[in-house]
């Protein structure tokens, strides 16, 4: 059974900072790429970045500068290190993990964590 389970989501003042971890079970997690997305409330969910099997990174022109995307394959977990928290960044935070082509089959998404940003 495939499970992709955030944590780090909270309440944080603006100008602050938050680290979300998603640690994968289920997968062979060097053959996905992984991805955090979020969705405000009546929004769209939309991508903040992510970072391919490779170790590649991209992320969306709103976090560039504040926000970065790592993976760590020991610990089979992707975390999103997001500084200078501003309330425009309040949603709901999901994980995701898309397999590469050679690996095939569907992607999967995590239960979500919330953030918040105010003061």
């Known amino acids: 059974q495939v499970q992709l389970v955030e944590s780090g989501g909270g309440l944080v003042q603006p100008g602050g900072s938050l680290t979300l971890s998603c640690r994968s079970s289920?997968?062979?997690?060097?053959?996905?790429?992984m991805g955090w997305y979020r969705q405000a409330p009546g929004k769209q969910r939309e991508m903040v970045a992510t970072?391919?099997?490779?170790?590649?990174?991209n992320s969306a022109a709103s976090v560039k500068g504040r926000f970065a995307i790592s993976r760590d394959h020991g610990q089979d977990t992707v975390y999103l290190q997001m500084n200078n928290l501003q309330p425009m960044d309040t949603a709901v935070y999901f994980c995701?993990?898309?397999?590469?082509?050679?690996?095939?089959?569907?992607?999967?998404w995590g239960q979500g964590t919330q953030v918040t940003v105010s003061s």
């Open positions: 289920g997968i062979i997690f060097p053959n996905y790429h």
């Open positions: 995701n993990a898309n397999p590469n082509l050679l690996t095939g089959g569907r992607a999967y």
């Open positions: 970072i391919t099997t490779g170790g590649t990174t």
